[in-house]
Nanobody, 121 residues
Framework: HVQLVESGGGLVQAGGSLRLSCAAS????????MGWFRQGPGKEREFVADISWNGYSTSYADSVKGRFTISRDNAKNTAYLQMNSLKPEDTAVYYCAASGLVRIIKESAYWGQGTQVTVSS
């Protein structure tokens, strides 16, 4: 079992930046892809970005390409999401996930509790 704890959310003005962190504990000896999803008010949870277990492969939703960067530090069992040029539509609860090897398998993922990101216009 893997426990995930997100941090770094908050309130930021449009155009600003935030960096989210996701610390993993438990069975971190297993190799997992890690990723980020988000759920805005009244919306379904949607994919944001993920990164393979070795960091060599990344994927992004079209809505965040060029603005968000996912990375990981396996020595610290931590994944990061650097968010730049934030827009009000990025406002959501951001969830960290871990599963699979290369891509997140949503149906079998471990999930964090979420961290709120609010972007004011």
């Amino acid at each position: 079992h893997v426990q995930l704890v997100e941090s770094g959310g908050g309130l930021v003005q449009a155009g600003g930046s935030l960096r989210l962190s996701c610390a993993a504990s438990g069975r971190t000896d297993s190799r997992y892809a890690m990723g980020w999803f988000r759920q805005g008010p009244g919306k379904e949870r949607e994919f944001v970005a993920d990164i393979s277990w070795n960091g060599y492969s990344t994927s992004y939703a079209d809505s965040v390409k060029g603005r968000f960067t996912i990375s990981r530090d396996n020595a610290k069992n931590t994944a990061y999401l650097q968010m730049n040029s934030l827009k009000p539509e990025d406002t959501a609860v951001y969830y960290c996930a871990a599963s699979g090897l290369v891509r997140i398998i949503k149906e079998s993922a471990y999930w964090g509790q979420g961290t709120q990101v609010t972007v004011s216009s």
